[in-house]
């Protein structure tokens, strides 16, 4: 079954004295693109929760963000009253500097580089644990969006291979009719020359160039590839980029059958099966 690269899965953990919020969301690339965003204390833990993203989601565009919201009364960060106390000592200083009370001095100061000091603390391992649970909660409603998008996806694939099938069907009704027609114009040509020309060697040019312009083996390699893609469709992995050589190969099929038809009612034929294709393709883009 096959899985669109757009995604989408939140989780919040609750801790004593934190709310942890992780989302994380997927577009298409061509290769795995992971961006994250995390406080500083967790930075530390970064490259195994990218090894875990990584392995589950594969491919595309990935933006993981971890927010830390802290809900008790334990705090990193605290005044540095040394700091503080001179910036005020200093802004008492200043002449003229009116009618400011000790209060909006102390918001200014507190303003300051350096007035608050945020002390390192080590990232707790229940806590951590905790984290990584709900990485792999909302990994896995990523990958259920990921299924959900992909089911739309197969679906709009299925009608797009069997239209191609329908309107191959049709050229190969018409195909002898193409035949005739070729025969004819070349029929008409030697006669509007006015010339007696040897029928067994009319007839062995005709062969010549009605051999030239067959497109049975086009018709039957186009029919493999469609079947090919379907069978890939319905694979237990999802493989967009073996379906994109796949579509590959259908379009080469198409193109030889438009340029060998020589036949307007076989070309209209052709342009309908290349407008199929390449919405094919355009869907493709967003498959893993």
């Not at 919201?69 to 910036?87: L, M, Q």
């Not at 390192?120 to 905790?130: G, L, P, V």
């Not at 797009?160 to 114009?185: F, G, H, M, Q, T």
């Not at 694979?235 to 080469?252: H, P």
Request: negative net charge; without cysteine; glycine residues 4%.
């Amino acid at each position: 079954m096959i899985q669109s690269m757009t995604g989408f899965g939140k989780h919040m953990v609750e801790l004593p004295n934190k709310k942890i919020t992780i989302e994380i969301k997927t577009l298409n690339s061509k290769n795995l693109d992971l961006n994250t965003r995390m406080p500083s204390q967790y930075r530390e833990k970064e490259l195994s929760l990218r090894n875990k993203i990584s392995k589950e989601l594969q491919r595309g565009k990935v933006d993981f963000s971890l927010y830390a919201e802290v809900t008790g009364e334990e705090t990193s960060a605290s005044i540095n009253k040394v700091v503080v106390k001179n910036y005020i000592e200093q802004l008492k200083s200043i002449p003229e500097r009116g009618t400011k009370d000790d209060v909006e001095l102390l918001k200014m100061a507190i303003r300051l580089p350096d007035a608050l000091k945020t002390e390192r603390e080590e990232i707790d391992e229940n806590e951590f644990a905790a984290i990584e649970d709900g990485v792999e909660t909302a990994l896995q409603e990523v990958t259920q969006f990921r299924l959900d998008e992909g089911k739309v996806l197969e679906q709009d694939f299925v009608l797009r291979i069997n239209n191609i099938k329908s309107i191959l069907a049709e050229i190969i009704a018409i195909d002898p009719e193409r035949v005739e027609a070729v025969k004819e114009r070349l029929r008409k040509g030697i006669a509007d020359l006015k010339e007696n020309v040897d029928e067994n060697r009319f007839e062995q040019e005709l062969v010549y160039y009605i051999e030239k312009y067959d497109i049975t083996e086009e018709k039957i390699r186009l029919d493999n590839h469609l079947s090919y893609f379907t069978e890939a469709l319905n694979s237990q992995d999802s493989n967009g980029k073996k379906l994109g050589f796949i579509g590959q190969e259908i379009g080469r099929e198409i193109n030889t059958i438009g340029s060998k038809s020589n036949y307007a009612p076989m070309q209209k034929l052709v342009v309908q099966m290349k407008d199929e294709l390449e919405k094919i393709k355009e869907q493709l883009l967003n498959v893993l």
